[in-house]
């Protein structure tokens, strides 16, 4: 079950589209960047709570979907504490502060791989009962998504923990691919070459599944996950 | 088809107490933008309220514990002020209501800050603001917005936000600070239903706000 709010449009070449400072300024004013506040929060540590105001809900968003709610917060608080105290080492030639929040965000995460395994094993269980009331030009997406949950969880789990970080920041966040590139520390060229690797995957993943019986499907798909959540 | 896209439609929904979530991990952040972080101790036990509290007819309560080893000299409270106009308040120690009552009105909150001495002949020194409805109890029943925290403490137990904003026109808020040493409420006002701390060795803080008329006693600036 998803809403609007995951409506993402991460395209190649889209850098900084979503950049907090215009994003959040539907007046057209001027308003100061996400650099230029965690510059003055240097000298004056309270103005860093607007680039908190800015980025708690995408960053709840996220911890929340890697790890459930339990652990969202602790995650959330983490990603803003660690980012206040290294706020001194921000690059500010970067006026947009989300990659750099996601990139803690996701170092929060990774600390937290137990949770993460079980959190990720459930997905493959899930089912969405109201996509049939959606009807949005979305709606094929989700259908396919809903009926291949099992393949796409175990394709999911079968990833690097690498690779697995970068589709989940393309697919669950609005950052770009440079964005995500910046937020995981590796070169925008290495995230479209290991896009195409995960899509060309998934593509046989989904190929293979439309082959086998349901019945073996199933039983492949749920034994898959067992042994590699568990591993 | 883009397979990515596929990944999307998996995403879960968000939690439906972000609100919560996200308030009690600002109230993180703002302790730590207030100054040094606080000392997290092994063995510091938080309270949490049961239930309605109330001091003479009206007064929201909320409780926590404190380690006498949570003391920081010179920093008594913290005052953090966000920018969607809240402020947080962070209580480390009672001693100082006049700079809390100070630094308050100083970020545009009409407030009146006083320590409360428990004892049954203690009255609380604002006079209550008979607009402000009241629920059974006579507890004052203040806008839903006045306080993001309110009485559910966040984590780190003696912080609670303010909005100003939400403060009727004209009115004062009146915020009373006590400590209970024998961390009971037996020296509290009849009338006072306390959640006993679940640590005995720690400390009680109470922690009450109202609504009240100005007064020459109860100024508000």
């Not at chain 1, 094993?121 to 291949?148: N, P």
């Not at chain 2, 203040?142 to 004209?170: Q, V």
Request: with cysteine; aromatic share 6%.
């Amino acid at each position: 079950v998803l809403t609007e709010h995951y409506g993402r449009s991460n395209q190649p070449g889209l850098a900084n589209s979503a950049d907090g400072a215009e994003r959040a300024n539907p007046t057209g004013g001027s308003r100061l960047s996400d650099a230029d506040i965690v510059k003055a929060s240097i000298g004056d540590p309270r103005r860093f709570g607007e680039i908190f105001d800015r980025y708690a809900d995408d960053i709840l968003r996220y911890a929340s979907a890697r790890l459930g709610s339990d652990l969202a917060e602790d995650v959330t608080a983490e990603t803003f504490l660690a980012a206040f105290r290294a706020r001194t080492r921000y690059d500010l030639s970067r006026p947009n502060a989300r990659p750099w929040l996601y990139g803690i965000a996701v170092r929060q995460i990774g600390s937290h791989r137990r949770a993460e395994r079980r959190y990720r094993q459930a997905l493959s269980r899930v089912r969405a009962e109201t996509v049939a009331t959606d009807f949005s030009d979305r709606v094929a997406d989700r259908v396919t998504a809903e009926q291949r949950r099992p393949q796409l969880a175990a394709v999911l789990s079968g990833l690097s923990r690498q690779d697995r970080e970068l589709l989940l920041l393309v697919a669950w966040t609005d950052l770009t691919y440079q964005e995500s590139a910046q937020a995981l520390g590796v070169s925008a060229s290495a995230v479209k070459s290991r896009l195409h690797r995960i899509r060309a995957r998934t593509r046989q993943a989904l190929a293979e599944a439309d082959l086998a019986p349901p019945e073996k499907e199933l039983a492949t798909s749920a034994q898959e996950n067992v042994e590699i959540c568990h591993g | 088809m883009d397979e990515i896209r596929l990944f999307t439609e998996l995403q879960p929904l968000p939690p439906l107490d972000a609100p919560r979530i996200r308030e009690a991990a600002r109230a993180r952040l703002a302790a730590a933008m207030s100054g040094p972080v606080p000392i997290r101790r092994p063995g510091v036990r938080r309270v949490a309220m049961a239930g309605a509290v109330a001091v003479a007819a009206a007064v929201a309560l909320a409780v926590t514990s404190l380690l006498p080893g949570s003391h920081r000299p010179g920093r008594s409270f913290s005052v953090v002020k966000l920018a969607d106009g809240y402020i947080t308040v962070t209580i480390n120690q009672l001693d100082d209501a006049a700079g809390l009552q100070q630094t308050l009105r100083a970020d545009g909150v009409p407030a009146n800050v006083y320590l409360g001495v428990p004892g049954p002949q203690w009255h609380p020194p604002c006079t209550f603001d008979p607009r402000i409805p009241t629920d059974g109890s006579g507890q004052q029943m203040l806008p839903r917005n006045l306080s993001l925290h309110w009485p559910n403490l966040p984590p780190l137990g003696t912080a609670f936000s303010i909005n100003p904003s939400a403060i009727p026109s004209g009115d004062v808020l009146a915020i009373v600070l006590g400590m209970d040493p024998a961390a009971n409420n037996a020296n509290w006002p009849s009338g006072t239903a306390l959640q006993l701390p679940a640590d005995p060795s720690g400390t009680a803080i109470y922690v009450g706000m109202y609504l009240a008329q100005p007064s020459q006693q109860c100024p508000g600036s």
